[in-house]
């Protein structure tokens, strides 16, 4: 069992950055894949970028691609999204979640554990 703790969101103006972290307790061995998904108000929740655990491959969403970054700090069991050139249309509450599996899936119904999220707002 997996648990995941989002922090570093809050307000910024467009053209400024974010760093998100989420820190995950629980979890034995390497063989996991965690991820960044998004939620805006009346909006389906969407991937953002996830990683690997163990090898570090990566994967993107077309709309964030050159601008957030995605990154785990393996000791800390913990996965960060470094995001720079932010946009109004990034306000959203993101999520970090979880897989049992050292893949990246961009389907939000394949992962097994999710945090509690946090909100990133953009000004325009």
């Known amino acids: 069992q997996v648990q995941l703790v989002e922090s570093g969101g809050g307000l910024v103006q467009a053209g400024g950055s974010l760093r998100l972290s989420c820190a995950a307790s ?67 509450v993101y999520y970090c979640a979880c897989k049992g599996r050292s893949y990246v899936y961009v389907q939000q119904s394949l992962y097994d554990y999710w945090g509690q999220g946090t909100q990133v707002t953009v000004s325009s």
């Open 26 to 92: 629980g979890r034995t061995g390497s063989t996991y894949s965690m991820a960044w998904f998004r939620q805006a108000p009346g909006k389906e929740r969407e991937f953002v970028a996830g990683i690997s655990w163990s090898g570090g491959t990566t994967r993107y969403a077309d709309s964030v691609k050159g601008r957030f970054t995605i990154s785990r700090d393996n000791a800390k069991n913990t996965v960060y999204l470094q995001m720079n050139s932010l946009k109004p249309e990034d306000t959203a």
